[in-house]
């Protein structure tokens, strides 16, 4: 039987080496990104920009900004070109939701926690946001240390599809991890369980066996 695959693209992964994988394997790292500063302003449109985003009359200190590379086949030349070309996009029609919806995803796949927040929230503020990009978002909340958001963010996106599968996977990582409501996660979990029981989860494991190792 094929098995569906919940957890393969990245993009709403960290990163954890084998040794710690072997070491705890199911772990609140799963759910969120591990991210790298590097000061990079100087090469983004960072004054600018910051005007614009919410709450923010000017640039972090020293003009740096937060920028991992999760995909080592781009350089960082690529992704630097990639963001400054959609962060001036919003500066030329900072009322286009959707200029602010791709901004956002970019930041989200280069792991810039704070700045994808913000162009969510600017996009939201802006029009409603779909399924997809509010299970980002949530994501985004969650590895900011903002538990309570990203509940509110995935229970949103779960309102709009109830077969979001991402979302709530990652909910159920909220309550467990964050909010300490262990029952709530495994209620949560179950559904998907129900739903998906063969969905690959994490390093080969299925939905049902990554749930048995984590109770156990």
Do not use: C
Not at 107 to 117: A, S
Not at 175 to 190: C, M, P, S, V
């Amino acid at each position: 039987m094929k098995k569906n695959v919940l957890l393969s693209d990245d993009e709403l992964l960290g990163t954890a080496t084998e040794d710690t994988k072997k070491e705890n394997p199911i772990r609140r790292g799963t759910f969120y990104f591990a991210l790298i500063s590097t000061a990079l302003g100087f090469l983004y449109l960072g004054y600018a920009l910051a005007t614009l985003l919410p709450g923010g009359n000017s640039p972090s200190p020293g003009g740096s900004v937060q920028v991992a590379n999760p995909n080592p086949t781009r350089n960082i030349q690529e992704i630097v070109f990639e963001i400054s070309r959609l962060e001036q996009a919003v500066l030329n029609n900072p009322k286009n939701p959707e200029a602010w919806l791709e901004l956002g995803r970019a930041y989200f796949d280069d792991r810039q926690t704070q700045n994808g927040i913000k162009a969510y929230e600017t996009a939201r503020s802006l029009a409603p946001l779909g399924s997809d990009s509010l299970t980002r978002l949530g994501v985004l909340y969650g590895n900011a240390h903002q538990p309570e958001k990203a509940e509110q963010a995935l229970q949103e996106a779960l309102a709009l599809d109830p077969e979001n599968t991402r979302a709530m996977f990652y909910l159920g990582g909220v309550y467990y991890y964050d909010l300490g409501d262990k029952a709530r996660a495994r209620e949560i979990w179950g559904r998907l369980l129900e739903k998906q029981p063969n969905m690959i989860v994490e390093d080969g494991l299925t939905m049902q066996e990554w749930i048995k190792r984590l109770t156990d």
